[in-house]
Structure formats: C-alpha cells, structure tokens
C-alpha cells in the first residue's frame, strides 16, 4: 500500500528487540561522570566548555556538585498539586501501528482484483474471531516480512501483535502462518516490489481507474500523475476543465499547482506532494492514502492526561506500584531495568503508570528557590538569597552569561523556563533529543534514582536508521514518530547494529547533560522530582542551523526563529572570544544562503520589493511574532515572497514557486535587512575578534569574492543584463529628474524601479544613495505643497476642524539649503510664515518680566493669534499665563473669606506668595494676603517661644484662650493644644486610682497601674506637681504586694529571710500597723522555734521515728525552712542504704534468693564504706560486715587451686609414660575445680575467680580427650570436633606448653585422616601429600602408632592399581576393554590418590560415554538403556538395506518379490500386487483384507496414487520409517569424532556400515531426481515410475540426506503441477483466466522451465485470452462507437476461445443491447424503467428533470387527442421497420412486473445512484438488471420506442 513517505521494508536488521538476552542492556558502558571542585563549579557554562571534548562523544554525562551544593527545595509539599499523564509502557514498542483497518481493506480489495483476478473473503477466521489482516500484515511487517518470520521463528511475537496479550500456542502459531501464506504472502510481494520501485506503472495514471460494478469509470482521482519518468501522465476525468481548482491542499490551503496535487485514494483530500511531511519529489506509484486514513483513531497511541494528584496521594500510588512488582525487598538495578525492557517488550502485559511530566513552573512552580516565590520558614533569608542567584539554579542557565538564550524575550516553557517531573516506577521519557538541538540540563531534587540512556550526535543518523529498520511499520504510519517522544528500543538492538549506546544513573543532588542531537531516553527507579531545562552556549551554533534545517524538511513549526536570534545576538555585541567564531561562521552560512536565494529570485524575473516593517524591540528574540511560510511553517525573519493574489499568504524564498501560479513579475521580496546590512554584520563580528584564525581569514575571502554584482546576470529578449548594468542606467535616468519642477509620477515610477536593486549588497550603495535623495526630495516638494493646502484652506473656511500648520513645520521646509528640487509654491509659503513670526514676537514681548500687562490686555492679544492661519506654539504659553492669573486671585479670595477656626493650611498661604512673585502682577488681593501671612507668623513666634522652654501648665492655658478664634491651622499650636490635653487627662487618670488604694486586694494590679501612670507622667512635655506622690505609693504597693504572698501557700512559699526584710521595710515607710503585716509577724515566730528544734535532733543521732516527726510539723509552717531540706537528706540517705543493702543481707542464707542475680563484692566493700556516713542509729550495719569476712575467705582457696593448675599445664616433656600418669592428675583437679565452684556459686556473688575455674575446667577437660587419641585410631569427623572445640578454648590457657603440644598433635590428625584415599570424602590428594603428612611424624611431641599404620597402608594400594593401569594402556586399542576401562576407574576411585593416571581414565570414559549419549540423541532413541542404542543402529541399518533394494529392484537386479514393507516372503501369508508399480504387499501389513479377486486385481497402492492424482500435500505411506532418522551429515561427524576414542566399541562399527549404505543410497536418489528434473516432454508416465521408486525408498530409509530430499520435493512439486495443468487442459470444461494465471505464477515460484511443454501451452492460453479481454474490454466502453455487427462478431470469438471469459462475455452482452427512444446501449446516463412495460429510457431523452414515484412511457398511456398521430407513426415505423430495427438478438422474454410483485426491486434500486457530482446517476443492483431482466419481445420495444419520439411532448408522470 503506498504511503505517505514509501519506504522499502529492508531486512538485514533485527526486526524486534525480543530475542536479545535482557541482561545485555546491563553491559551498556557507563556515561562520564564529573566531579568540580568549588571554584570549578562557580560558572557553568565555562565548565561545561572545559568538558565538552571529552564528554560529548558520550552524549551525556552526569556531574556531582560538591557538598556544600543543598539548594532547599522551593515548592510546599503539602499544598503542591499536579496534573499526570497516563503512560502504557507495554505500547513503548511492542504495539501495533495505528494502521486504519478500513484503508488497508480497500487497497488489499484492489490488489486482489487488479493482480489476482479474484475478490477477498468476507472473513478470515483465527482462534474463533476475525483476524485483522491489517495488523497481522503490520505485525509481520514489524519483523521483517514472512520469509524472515519464518525463517528466525519468530510467529510467536507475532501472535502476541495479533492477539493483544493472550496466551499463543504452537497451533496458533502454524495456523497463523498458514493463514499469512495463503491470504497476505502475494500482497507482501507486491508491496514490497511497489515501494522499491518495480512496480512502474500506475494503472490510474495509466489507463484511468477500473471499471465499477456498472462499467463505470471512477473519479475519486481528481489529478495528474507523473510516472516514475517524471513524464506527465493525464487522467481521464469527466468535465476536467471546470473542475481544475476545485481541490484544496489541507497544509496550504491552495488549490493552485493541480500538477503536483496528490490526492487520497480514500478520503479524496489531497496535499502538494512538496507540502507532505517530509516532502516527496515525485508522485508516487500505485495507490497513496493520507496519514489521517493511514492512522485509526482507536489504535493512536499517546500519553493520555491522567488524574490530578496531590504528592501525598501520589507518594501512595508510586509505593504500591513498586510493592507490586518488586515485594518490600530493595531490588537492584539489574533488577529493575531487566523488567522494565520486559516490559517495554510486551513480555510482561499490560503495564500503566503515571507522570506528572512537563510541568510549567511558572505555572506549577520551581523546585529551586525564586526571588518572588514564597520562602518556607525552615530556610534562612541568607540561604534563599544565595540559591535564588546561583547560576546552577535552572531558572536562570538560560540566561547566563554566554548563553545565546539570553536574547529570547519570552518564556518558552521548557527552554526559557524549566519544567518539572514527578515520576514513579516505570514512568519513562522516551528516545528524542532536544528542540533546536539544544543543550539540556536535568536535576534531581530528591526521591528513587533516574536511569538515562545516550546516544551521541554523531551517530544520531545510525541510529534513527536501525529505529526505522526496527519499527518499519510504525514509521510508515508516522514519518515524524521520533518527534512524538513515544516509543523506546532497547539499547542492546542499537548496541547490536552498531549504534553506542551510554548508560547513566542519576543519584538526587546530581545533574545530568546532554549534548545538541544526542538521542536520549530513560525511567525512574521510583518516586523523585526533577527539574530541566534547556540552555545554549555559543558552540551550540551550528547544531541550532541544523535542528532549524529539520524542522523545515519536516514541516514543524520552530519554537523560535533561529536567524533573528542570530542576528540580535550579533547586534548586541556582548559575547565573549570563544564564542566569536561559531557565531561568525553561522552568520556566514545564512548570508551566504540569503544570497544565493535572493539572485535567484531575481534571475527568475521578481523584481519587486520592499523591506519588513521594523520591530518595536529589536533587541529581543521573539517580542513579535513573525509571518510564517504555509509550506514548511517556518519563521520568516529574514525574507519572505508575497502575491497580490493571496496577500495573506506568505512562503520561504526556497518555497517562492509554490506560492501560486502568477507570473514571477507579480511576486514580491520582502526582506529585513539587506545584504550589505548582512554582510556588515559578519564583518562586525571582526571587529571583536583580535584572534583571527585561518578559518576567519577564510570566511573573509568568500565574502569578498561574493560581492561581484557583474556576475549576477538574467536573460532578457536582446541576450543577457547583468544587475550592475540595470544599475548604472537608473542611476542616470533618475539624476535628471532633479533638474525638472516636480513631478509625483516621475518619482514614484524612479523610485519603484530601484526595488530590484535595494534588497542587494553593498554594490548598490549608489543606487541606495540616490534614491535616498530622490525620497527626500519627493517628501520635501509634497510637504510644501501640503503645508499650503492646509494654510489656503483653513483660510478659506476658518473652522475649528480643520488643522493648523505648525509654524516650527514650515521653517523645517523652508530653512532647507540647498533646495532638493524646484518647488513654485516654496516662496508662497514663505511669505505665510513671516507673518506669523512677527506676531510670535509681540506673545514674547507681553510674557516678559517687565510687562505689566493686564488681564484683558494678555485676552485680547490671544485672540489675535487665533485669527493667524499657521499655528505658533507661543499660543500655548499665553493662555496659560491668563488661566494661572484667574486661578490665583480665586484662591486669595476664598482665604480671605474663610471664618472657620483652623480651615486654612500654612502652606496654601506660602504656595500663593510664591506664585504671585512669579506671576509678577499688581492686583489688590496681593496686600491682603501679605497681612494674613504677617498674622499667622506672629502666632508661630509665640508659640515656639513656650514650645523651647519648660512648659507650664497655666500658662499653656492662658495662650490657647487668646488664639482659639484663629482661622489658619498653624502647626505649633495644634502641638501645643495636644501637650495641653494629655496632662489633664494623666492628672485625671491617677485620682481614681489613689482612692482607698490600701484597701484593695488585688495589689498586683495595683503595681501595674501605679507603675504604667509613672511611665506616662514621665513622658508628659508639661510639668505636673503629681508625679512624687506617685513613686511613694508605688513602694508601698510593692510592700503589701510581697506581704499576701506570705499567706498564699498553694503557690509560693517565702524564704525566713524574706520575711525578716519585709518587716523592715513596712517599718520604714511607717505601714506596720497594718492588720496584713500583724499577721505576718506571727508566721516569722513560727518558723524561728522550728529551726530551734532541728537543730536539737542533729547534735543528738537520734532515732529515725524522731526525724520523721519534725518533717511532719513543718508542714503547718507557710515559710521555707533552711533546716528542713538537711532533714530530708538524712532520711532519705538512710533509706537508700537500708534497700541497697537488703539484697547483700538475704544472701546469708543459701537458699533464700535461687533465682536472684550474682552480687558485687566490690558493691558489698562500698556499702559497708557508706555506713560510717550514717546520721540515724540502724542495726543493719554489723550484718554487712559478716558477709564481707565470708567472701574474703573464698577468693582465697580458689586462687590457691588455680595456682596448682597452671602448674600442670606448663609441663614441657610428654612421652608415653608421663602420658598415663597425666590423665589421672587431670581428673582429679577438674573434680576439686567442680566443687569449689559449687560452694561460690552458693554465696550469690559474681567472684573474679569463677569463670577462670570454669576456663581451666574446659581445658583440662579437651586435654583428656585428646591425650585419649594416641592409643585408637579416631575418625575424621571426631577429629574435626575436637579441632573445633579448641578453636573455642580460652587463648590464655591454650598458650601453655601442654595445650600447644595436644593441639599440633591433633591438627597432625586431622591431615593424616584427609589424605587416605577411604576417608576422603570425595577430595582426592596427591600422593605426595601422604608422604609430606608421614614425614611430618617426627615433628609432633605425642604419637599415634595406629594412623600412622594406616597411612603406609594406603600408599601402598595407590602403587599397585597404578602397575595395573600401565598394563592397560600397553595393550592395543582394539584388546582394550571397555569392561575392563570401567572397572579400573571404579578402583581408581576407591584406593588411588589423585594423579594423571587417574585423570586420564576419567577423561576417557567421559569422551566413550559423550559419544555414545551424542549418537543416541541423534538416532532419537532414550538414553540408559545401552542395547537399545545398538538395537536402534541395527534397525536403520535393515531400513537402508531395504530402501537399496527398492532402487535395485527399479533398475531390475532383484529377481525376488517378498512383501515390499516387511520384506519376508512367508508362503502362508496372502501378497497383494499393485497394478502400477508391481510391487507386492502383505494383506496383514497393509491392514486391511479383500473380500473379491478382482478387487485385489484393481489394487493400486498409495505412492502410486499420490504421483498419479497430483496431489500438493501427502500423508505418511505404509513404508514410512517410524522414528526419528538422523541426518548423514551428522552419522558422518559422529563417525569422525569416534576416530578419538581409547577403546573399542560396537556401535561404531555399525555407524561406519549406517553412513555406507546411507551413501550409495544418495547416489541412487540423485540419478532419480536429475533426471525427473530434467524432463520437459509432454509423457508423464515415464516420470511417474522413478518418482515412485524414489519417494518409496526415501520413506523407507531411516538416513535422511537434507539436498536430496529437497530436490525429491522439487521434483514431486513440478510432477503435482503437470498433473493439475494436464487435467485443466484436457477437462470437458474451459478453463477461467484466473486458473491460468494461477498455475503460471505457481510454475514461477517452482522454477518450471520455459521449455517445458505444458508451460508454453499454458502461455499461448494466456495470451491468446487476454488479447481477446483487452479488446473485449475497449469495446464494452466505447459508448456505441463500434458497431452492432463487429461487436457480435467478438461476442461469437470469445464464446470460442479455448479459455472462458464470463465477465467481459456479459458486458459485451450488455453493450450490444440497445434502450431508449435514442437507440443507444447503456452509458453513464441516468435512466428510469417504466412501471408497466419494463422499458428504460434516458431522463434527458424523455425531458425528466427529477425522479417520479410512478412513471409510465407514453407507450403504454398514450394521450386519446394524438391517437391518430400515433397510428401514422406506427405505420411509419412498420414500414420502415427493417431500416430502423438493429440486428441485436431478442432476449428471452419475461413474465409481467406485477405478477412477480416480490421480485420487483425497491425504488431506490431502480433508481440510478448520483455519480461523484450529482450530474450521473447509476442504477444500484448492477449492470445485469440493464440488459436480460424485465425486458420486453424487440419488436414490442421498438414500437413503443417509434410512439416516444413523436409523442415526446405529451409525456404522462404520475
């Protein structure tokens, strides 16, 4: 099916990431990782520049902050909300294409009816629905077509495509191939062919659609094709001329350029092939259908907007989600990415997640601090500021310093400002690479990490190759699909076709780079937030040229303009060295091609332009939006081409002939800048750049070698002009207009001729300069002439509307010297403006200081100047001057007049002295206002004069009585009015509290109050006499404030020595009396004679009853007594020491405390130290120190035992006789260890002593079982335990002399014990081992007579099973044993040590047994058993035999006729003999038994049948070998590999015999085969009887030979189709086209030779048909133009031919049937059958203008008034009827319409159905209903047909 893009479906790359092992993406190489150091990390874009050669050819890398990088993170995770995106990750790349089901149905319809001859089925059926062989077709597509499906067993992948998650089995996967086979393998062919261009021809373009059901053309193609010659085809169309523009191009919107219009074969919409995405350069062959019928709805595939989410609820979703797939175990990252490429696989199922992705944070907010974002209140002011300014902070990167963004004006979400990510398990950004091949920086602010993988942008053309191999059918469906950021690939496909592939694991805290064009994707690990953004240093330059070429290819719109941000960038002039050159090579680079364009533009015949209007902000990309071309959709900041036709529409120079179709000379340029304001601009970089490098000094000879104008040449009618000719010759002509009175018309006709020349380079600077001045001149004549059109005409009319001529205007015009040209009206205006300077002089006169003008003087002069018809702007300074007169003496006036106290500010007053001295004017207001001022001031005097001093209250008092009627509101006064009421308000205030205040309970408040009084008097500016009585009362309030504290127990409690000093104080301020301070003189008593008694009970150590009793009478006492805390201590004391020692006085008693843990003696020492601190008489005391004595007595005995005991483990010599008095000694001290340990663990104390008895218990103890060794001989695992219990043993002790002895003993043991072969457990050692363990004998301090026994013993068996192997080996290979061989290793295994002799025994038993297993596993037969596998040998060795002789007995050596299958020839069993073949079979073999003679005489076996019947498919014969038959390749390896082998064996001997006769078997079949192969002659008896021998003896072997049995295949498949062909030919009936067809394709495929005799037979058929249909088919649609008597003729040829034509026979049929009044076969015409007779006529023949319900001919109701007429008419056709009547055969006649009521179709099949326009209407059940049904006798018809034409008036519709 031809697409948008066509693309052949390659098949040398891997067509699905399935297959490849998952673990192969863990050995992708790592990405750079970096780590800067603080100062590194201050600039980065400057340490981005210093990386960039080694990291780059990564395509990534990571870089690692250093630690004191914390930015806090900006964003409130509590209230922060955000959208998600539903991502499938099991559709990433394991899903269909969204291929239209209902488009695939329509092409793969017309390829079955245009190349196969046959219409589809109406359903397929697979696993019990439709299969969809649109996405089996794309499944298939998907991995690289059938034969490679096939061919790498991949049907089960495609099962999963088509199926969508089931479960595939085997079945299902053979029956899908099957189905694939039969109904899709030719459409692939096809398509295939198609896309590579095989396919030519275009039938549409060619010869015009196929014919419809009705013979119809179709029309759906509205367009004309070119041929893949490029020549122009024409397609034929019906009113072709009025339908020229009538399709739309949906990108352009232009129906222009028809010759290139490709229209959908479906949907009728139709594209310039230039305008597709990406363009195509011809129309391409076959059908083409539009992306949008390409693509189905319901299969697009996308990221769906999900659910909003809080991160809380979030955080829920991630967590559950990583819970389900990976448990609550941590996964690893070989983990995770192993089961995310499962999944993306489609492995897994069905997977979905959510990503909150693409976040605006301007929206949504930033994860870095902002300046005007909320701060939390956990982080400083100091840290925000700092990370808000960072540049690491990806807010500001963009716009750094360097960056070539810091131009852009407006936020671009995602480039200028960051977007945020919240992703979960799973969540993945797909492969891509950034907009405009920018830079990117990602930052992972917290949560699970981010896997990134890269490609680099070197290799990004490789590596969109093997996307596009990998996903042919996803491709196809969207050219663009690498844009969409949708779908992934698993790195190891890239990695395995070449592509590098990094790898990065972005940790939180860490930034990730990637570099201009690498292709990046990735997932997260988990929950996280990132944060990205773009950024672009100079070097990024040429990378931004090439993203904007690709955006243009591919019709994208940019996200900005790549040449303004060149341009402004150059302009602004602040970029540093290293990025001079990029930007000056890349300024080049577009100069050159702006260039280039606009020549050719001009060479072309455009001629006009004009240049762009100027932006408002120059200096920033993007302020403004451009216009953007309709074709590629690209800005157009430069240049653009317009038409006067389409003002609207704007295109690229590159797409100016797609505009429209007007002629070049009605196009215009408009461009910016021109090229010599371009080329300044490089050259401007120059000036900046002092390092000039060999490709500067290049760039600057290209620029000066671009500037020749003479080479820029067009041609014109003479020859060629050249642009600086054209040049020259405008500049003389337009020089002398300067010398003529003006003339508009002359100017502007100048000026439009210099369009061609101002857009060019600095070589019409010429040019540029005269029409400068002609515009100058052109403005300065018309502002003459337009300033006195204005000046007569208001003089005219005087009217207020009509605008007046700035005298500043004129002066402008008539100051100029010398004049641009000659202008009459200059001196005119002249005369007018000295007019009007006279009067400007006399406004200046009256506005001078030394004018005393009036009022009405200054009114009468503005008048005057009104009346002037130039306006002077010192008309402006007048009226101001008389309106500010008339304000001010308004404002004095209301002063004056104000009564109300206080109404008028000082500073109004000021402000009208002030402008009375400007205003210079002598009016009388002037003296009252000075004696209102000379009053306010005197006030002010006063008032400062008290405001200085110490004020007095009266006095204050006195001078607001006197000034309470003032009406101006003076400000010292007011502060002295408010200084005046806040005394008298605090003297107020302080009264009412001074009443009764000794009474009041609440002193507290009264402190309060008191004090808050003082503070405001304090601050009071009058002096006041209450202020010390104030103070005095605040210090008694104070003393009784402390008193009530004395009583208020709950709460506080005063000191003694408080109380004593608030006693002195009342006495001083003289309140004692007091009833509060009576009562608080009786506590103080109180409390004295309590500390009396305390004092008492301490000098006596009384008892502790009579402490206890003083606590409880203080308790009565309401004050803090010193003594009491010194009481409490004593108690308390005593009680800790009476519960620490209770513990210690129990455990006098044995059995008192069993379950109590050990004591201290050392806390038992401490607390007898403590009771001599003791102030209270307690008996405990002596009881301790009993205890104390006890302990002292144990320590020690048992260090007097443990002295004797280190005594004998420090015995040095051991021999036999010490040994035996040894273990004795040793008992007896472990039994007086046991029992002084029984008597201190009954004391309860934890003793030092105790675990160093238990130790020294231990050891003795393992002594005595070792020194127990050297008289048995113990078993390794004994040993083993006694060698681990020393391990455990205390390393003090083990140390000793007598334990260090035992220990090398018994470690001695152990390896004597290993190196016997009996007790080894499977570790073999070597024999020097043994004798390096007997030697070390000597060594050891204690013997063992018994291992070192068996020791000897054991190398003594090794030697002598060595002398027998030795033996062996000398034998002959053919005397060898394998017998013997095993029993020999069985022996080695039990006594020898480990040694090559052993090794080689094991070796080659192993290479006998691998053998024997290889040869069982290829004769199929189950392994153990070893008779079996000879029994199996022998069994294919008897089916070879007898498959020999079936070829002997072909060739007719074998005289002998036993039964062919069980070749036994038993005389009691009845032969059956086939008729054919002669070969005999037993009745029992076969089984079955003939009841008849005679049918045993018709007997014809299977093979026989098979051959005859020419049969494709055959089950298995009665000879068929049962098992499994090896390959003779594989018996000839297995036969080669037992040449090896040490031993002789039986079987071998049979495998040489198996490849013998397998051998000469071969030779037979390939004489057989040859020879069928060769055979082309018509006689296929002869080829019968050798296939049958041939596939008798191949079932019969047991040996299958692969080459063989193909060409056995081969030669039976051409047997099968001369077998079919033979019967087609010679069957009664002929045979269809299609047949034909069918075989040939069917010889094609299996190679049938062109000589072969029913090939060429097959081929005269076929071209003898379909000449006789192509003619056949040219007369059916010729309208009538051959006649009836030829068109007969080629019916009588067709019903002759040897092949049936059924469809073309009926629509010549059909031609020659005639209709209508008109006599003219069926066309395109609408037509109408009358409803009784059944005859159709034309609606145009009739004069019908719409359809009727009912419609009777005149025929059958002629008008009574025309009876005559009809009857002279009738007469008239009779007589002539043999003239009129054609030859044309009657058809059979039919019963009445109203007497098959049901048969009669329904109005709307009758009635012919609208063609494309309306215009042609068809009747809907088919061409058959036009000509045999419903027809009437010819005569009858042509009687009706005569009364029509005359009666054609009078027609009759009901």
Not at 21 to 44: A, Q, R
Not at 121 to 142: H, P, Q, S, T, Y
Not at 220 to 242: F, I, L
Not at 656 to 666: A, F, M, Q, T, V
């Amino acid at each position: 099916m031809g697409k948008g893009r066509p693309r052949a479906v390659e098949k040398g790359v891997l067509g699905q990431s399935s297959s490849v092992s998952l673990s192969g993406s863990l050995s992708i190489p790592p990405g750079p990782v970096y780590y800067p150091s603080e100062d590194e990390f201050k600039d980065p874009l400057e340490y981005i520049y210093r990386i960039r050669p080694e990291a780059e050819p990564y395509g990534i890398c990571r870089i690692v902050p250093p630690k004191s990088w914390k930015p806090p993170f900006g964003l409130d995770l509590d209230s922060f909300t955000f959208p998600t995106k539903t991502q499938a990750i099991h559709q990433l790349q394991a899903r269909p294409a969204a291929c239209d089901s209902k488009t695939f149905d329509l092409e793969y319809n017309r390829f079955l009816d245009n190349h196969c001859g046959k219409k589809s089925k109406k359903r397929v059926v697979f696993e019990g629905e439709e299969l969809d062989l649109c996405r089996l077709f794309n499944a298939a597509k998907r991995f690289g077509g059938y034969d490679k499906v096939v061919k790498e067993k991949k049907w089960g992948e495609v099962c999963r495509f088509v199926l969508s998650g089931r479960k595939v089995s085997e079945c299902a996967k053979h029956v899908l191939c099957q189905l694939y086979r039969e109904h899709l393998y030719d459409y692939e062919d096809y398509y295939n062919r198609l896309n590579h261009g095989v396919v030519r021809s275009c039938k549409r373009g060619m010869h015009g659609e196929k014919k419809g059901e009705h013979g119809v053309e179709s029309l759906s193609s509205k367009r004309r094709r070119r041929n893949t010659d490029g020549e122009k085809v024409k397609v034929c169309k019906v009113e072709e001329k009025e339908e020229e523009f009538d399709q739309i191009c949906e990108q352009c919107e232009s129906g222009l350029h028809g010759e290139v219009m490709l229209l959908c074969d479906r949907c009728n919409k139709g594209w310039h092939i230039y305008c597709l995405a990406p363009p195509l350069k011809r129309i391409p062959p076959g059908n083409w259908y539009c992306l949008d019928c390409l693509n189905s709805d319901k299969d697009s595939f996308g990221f769906v907007p999900g659910k909003r989410f809080s991160l809380e609820a979030f955080r829920r979703v991630a967590d559950r989600a990583k819970r389900k797939w990976f448990g609550s175990v941590s996964p690893s990252r070989m983990q995770i990415e192993k089961k995310f490429w499962e999944i993306v696989e489609g492995l897994v199922g069905e997977v979905e997640v959510k990503y909150g992705s693409d976040l605006d944070t301007s929206v949504y907010g930033s994860g870095f601090p902002r300046v005007n974002d909320k701060k939390p209140e956990s982080v400083e002011d100091e840290i925000w500021d700092k990370y808000c300014a960072s540049p690491w902070n990806l807010n500001n990167l963009p716009k750094l310093q360097g960056s070539m963004l810091r131009a852009v004006h407006h936020n671009i979400a995602g480039v200028m400002v960051p977007w945020l990510y919240v992703g979960m398990l799973f969540s993945s950004f797909c492969w891509h690479f950034e907009d405009h091949c920018f830079y990117s920086m990602n930052y992972l602010h917290w949560g699970e990490p981010k896997c990134w993988y890269s490609v680099p942008g070197s290799e990004a053309i490789a590596f969109e190759k093997v996307m596009r191999n990998c996903l042919p059918d996803l491709f196809d469906a969207q050219p663009d699909l690498l844009f969409q950021l949708v779908t992934m690939l698993n790195p190891s496909v890239l990695q395995e076709n070449g592509v590098s592939v990094y790898s990065v694991l972005q940790e939180p805290g860490n930034f990730v780079i990637t570099f201009p064009r690498s292709y990046h994707g990735g997932f997260n690990f988990g929950l996280n937030c990132a944060e990205a953004v773009n950024f672009a240093p100079a070097d990024w330059l040429p990378h931004g040229g090439f993203g904007a070429e690709l955006y243009q290819l591919y019709r994208k719109a940019a996200v900005l303009s790549h040449e303004e941000l060149l341009c402004v960038v150059a302009k602004a002039n602040d970029c540093d060295s290293k990025a001079l050159p990029y930007l000056k090579k890349e300024l080049h680079r577009i100069y050159a091609k702006e260039k280039n364009c606009r020549e050719g533009l001009w060479s072309n015949g455009i001629i006009k332009s004009s240049p762009m209007s100027p932006k408002k902000c120059p200096e920033f990309v993007g302020t403004e939006e451009d216009p953007t071309c309709i074709i590629c959709q690209q800005y157009l900041f430069l240049s653009a081409v317009v038409c006067c036709c389409r003002p609207s529409a704007f295109v690229c120079l590159e797409h100016c002939k797609h505009l429209c179709e007007c002629k070049p000379n009605k196009h215009r340029l408009l461009y910016r800048h021109t090229l010599a304001e371009l080329k300044q601009l490089v050259l401007l970089i120059d000036k900046y750049n002092f390092d000039e490098t060999p490709q500067c000094r290049d760039l600057q000879r290209q620029l000066s070698c671009s500037d020749d104008s003479n080479a820029l040449t067009k041609k014109v009618k003479g020859g060629h002009v050249s642009l600086a000719k054209l040049a020259e010759e405008w500049i003389l002509r337009s020089s002398k207009i300067f010398q003529i009175p003006f003339s508009r018309d002359a100017y502007v006709n100048a000026l439009k001729e210099t369009e061609q020349f101002l857009w060019a380079g600095s070589e019409m600077d010429a040019v540029r300069a005269v029409a400068k001045n002609l515009i100058e001149a052109q403005n300065w004549a018309e502002g003459i002439k337009d300033c006195l059109y204005k000046i007569e005409s208001w003089s005219c009319n005087r009217s207020h509307n009509l605008e007046k001529v700035d005298l500043e205007h004129v002066n402008n015009f008539l100051n100029l010297n010398p004049l641009p040209c000659i202008e009459p009206g200059h001196l005119k205006l002249k005369g007018y403006a000295e007019e009007a300077m006279i009067l400007v002089q006399e406004i200046d006169s009256a506005l001078s200081t030394s004018s005393k003008s009036s009022i009405p003087e200054l009114e009468q002069l503005y008048s005057r100047a009104c009346e002037v018809p130039i306006y002077v702007k010192e008309m402006e300074k007048l009226m101001a001057r008389i309106s500010a007169l008339k304000v001010w003496v308004d404002n004095v006036k209301k002063c004056i007049l104000e009564k109300c106290p206080a109404a008028i500010e000082v500073d109004v007053l000021y402000r009208l002295k002030s402008e009375m001295l400007e205003l210079q004017v002598q009016l009388p207001e002037v003296e009252m206002l000075m004696d209102l001022l000379r009053q306010v001031e005197s006030c002010q005097a006063r008032c400062n004069e008290i405001l200085n001093g110490p004020i007095n209250l009266k006095n204050v008092e006195v001078l607001l009585q006197e000034l309470e009627s003032i009406t101006v509101n003076i400000p010292e006064l007011k502060l002295l009015r408010q200084y005046h009421g806040d005394a008298v308000s605090w003297i107020s205030h302080f009264n009412d509290v001074h009443v009764n205040i000794h009474e009041r309970e609440d002193q507290e408040n009264v402190v309060d109050e008191l004090q808050c009084i003082l503070k405001q008097g304090l601050l009071l500016r009058i002096q006041v006499d209450e202020l010390p009585l104030v103070e005095v009362e605040l210090k008694k309030a104070y003393c009784r404030k402390e008193a009530l504290k004395v009583f208020n127990a709950r709460r506080t409690k005063m000191t003694l020595f408080s109380i004593q000093q608030l006693m002195e104080e009342a006495a001083m301020l003289r309140i004692e009396g007091e009833q509060l301070f009576v009562d608080v003189s009786g506590v103080l008593a109180a409390a004295m004679h309590w500390e009396e008694r305390a004092a008492h009970i301490f000098a006596t150590e009384a008892q502790m009853s009579d402490f206890e009793d003083v606590i409880r009478t203080s308790k009565d006492i309401h004050v803090i007594l010193p003594s009491l805390d010194d009481v409490k201590d004593a108690i308390s004391m005593a009680k800790s020491w009476l519960k620490n020692s209770k513990p210690f006085l129990g455990s006098s008693f044995p059995a008192a405390h069993p379950s109590c843990s050990l004591l201290k003696v050392e806390a038992l020492k401490e607390l007898v130290s403590q009771s001599k601190l003791l102030k209270i008489s307690l008996e405990e005391r002596t009881m301790i120190h009993s205890v104390l004595k006890n302990c002292l007595e144990w320590e020690h005995d048992s260090c007097s035992l443990l002295e004797e005991v280190d005594c004998l483990f420090n015995t040095n010599n051991i021999d036999n006789a010490l040994i035996n008095g040894l273990i004795p000694k040793i008992e007896h001290l472990v039994t007086m260890i046991e029992s002084i340990l029984e008597t201190g663990l009954s004391l309860g104390f934890d003793f030092d002593e105790i675990p160093k008895l238990q130790n020294a218990r231990s050891i003795l103890q393992w002594c005595n079982k070792a020194l127990s060794f050297c008289s048995v001989a113990p078993a390794l695992p004994g040993i083993e335990s006694l060698m681990e219990n020393a391990e455990h043993l205390p390393v003090t002790c083990a140390s000793s002399a007598l334990c260090s002895s035992l220990i090398d003993g018994v470690k001695w043991l152990k390896k004597a014990s290993e190196v016997i072969p009996v007790s080894c457990n499977g570790k073999i050692c070597k024999l020097s081992d043994a004798e390096e363990v007997l030697s070390e004998v000597q060594r050891i301090k204690v013997s063992f007579p018994l291992m070192v026994g068996q020791l000897l013993k054991a190398i003594e068996k090794h030697k002598l099973w060595k002398e027998q192997i030795l033996i062996f080996f000398g034998l002959k290979t053919e005397e060898r044993s394998w017998s013997k061989l095993l029993q020999l290793k069985e022996l080695g295994k039990d006594d020898a040590f480990s040694c090559c002799e052993l090794d080689m025994v094991l070796s080659e038993t192993e290479k006998v047994e691998k053998w024997k297993l290889h040869c069982m596993d290829i004769v199929g037969h189950p392994v153990g058993d070893v008779n079996s596998l000879l029994d199996a040998l022998v069994k294919i060795k008897h089916t070879l035999d007898r498959s020999l002789y079936i070829y002997k007995k072909a060739r007719g050596c074998n005289p002998r006729d036993p039964c062919i299958h069980c070749f036994s020839d038993i005389k009691d069993q009845e032969l059956l003999t086939c008729s054919i073949c002669k070969d005999c079979y037993h009745l029992q073999c076969l089984g079955a038994t003939l009841g008849h003679q005679s049918d045993a005489k018709a007997y014809v076996c299977s093979y026989c049948q098979f051959i005859g019947s020419g049969s494709i498919s055959r089950n298995g014969g009665a000879l068929r070998f049962g098992g499994k038959r090896p390959e003779l390749n594989m018996l000839i390896e297995l036969l080669s590999d037992a040449e090896g082998l040490c031993v002789g064996i039986e079987e071998r001997d049979v495998v040489q015999q198996l490849v013998e006769l397998a051998i000469a078997c071969k030779d037979c079949l390939t004489e057989l085969t040859d020879f069928t192969l060769a055979y082309l002659n018509r006689d296929l008896s002869i080829i019968s009887e050798k296939l049958t021998t041939a596939l008798k003896a191949v079932e019969m072997a047991g040996v299958y030979y692969n080459h063989g049995n193909n060409r056995l295949e081969l030669a039976l498949a051409r047997n099968s189709w001369r077998v079919r062909v033979n019967k087609l030919l010679e069957d009664s009936q002929k045979p269809l086209i299609q047949h034909i067809q069918k075989f040939l394709k069917e010889g094609l495929a299996i190679s049938i030779p062109p000589e072969d005799h029913f090939w060429q037979k097959l081929t005269e058929l076929k071209c003898i048909g379909l000449q006789w249909a192509e003619n056949a088919k040219k007369v059916s649609m010729d309208s009538g133009a051959l006649g009836l008597d030829e068109v007969c003729e080629l019916i009588t040829q067709g019903e002759n031919l040897p092949v049936h034509f059924e469809k073309e026979l009926k629509l010549l049929r059909a031609r020659s049937m005639l209709y209508c009044i008109c006599r003219k076969p069926y066309d395109q015409r609408a037509m109408i059958a009358c409803d009784q007779c059944d005859e159709w006529y034309h609606f145009d023949c009739i004069k019908l203008s719409s359809e009727p319900k009912i419609y009777i001919c005149p025929a059958c109701k002629p008008h009574t008034g025309e009876l005559s007429v009809l009857l002279s008419v009738n007469k008239e056709r009779s007589t002539g009827a043999k003239y009129g009547e054609p030859q044309t055969p009657s058809p059979p006649h039919t019963e009445s319409r109203r007497k098959n009521i049901e048969a009669k179709p329904s109005l709307k099949q009758m009635m012919p159905a609208a063609m494309d326009h309306g215009n042609i209407l068809r009747y809907s059940d088919g061409i058959d209903c036009l000509f045999w049904r419903n027809r009437k006798p010819f005569r009858r018809v042509a009687k009706r047909r005569a009364e029509v034409e005359s009666l054609s008036p009078f027609f009759h519709i009901q």
